[in-house]
């Protein structure tokens, strides 16, 4: 099982936020991570999600990654999404 780490860019495959783009903010178990998007999926009420209904991608939000939780926001989590996301929502990636 591949190993998801702070600040990874998900998408979720199952679920009612199937197609949504959300940053691993940690790992809770070997089965469970923490997710969030800034919006609904705030720092304060992070979305809990079995990793084998997510698609994780190569990329990293670095400000994310580097602050380790303590100074992040959800203004943070929102830039970093955008960067990281294109518009379209589509890219193809190696997964």
Do not use: C
């Not at 800034?38 to 991608?57: A, D, F, M, T, V």
């Not at 580097?66 to 955008?82: H, P, S, T, W």
């Amino acid at each position: 099982m591949v190993e998801l780490k702070p600040g990874q860019l998900v998408r979720s495959l199952a679920g009612r936020d199937k197609g949504k783009h959300y940053l691993v903010l940690r790992e809770l178990d070997g089965k469970y991570v923490l997710l969030v998007d800034g919006h609904k999926r705030s720092i304060e009420r992070p979305k809990k999600k079995n990793r084998l209904h997510l698609q994780h991608y190569e990329r990293f939000a670095g400000q994310v990654d580097q602050a380790g939780g303590e100074n992040l926001n959800d203004d943070r989590v929102i830039k970093a999404l955008k960067e990281l996301v294109p518009p379209t929502g589509d890219f193809e990636e190696e997964v």
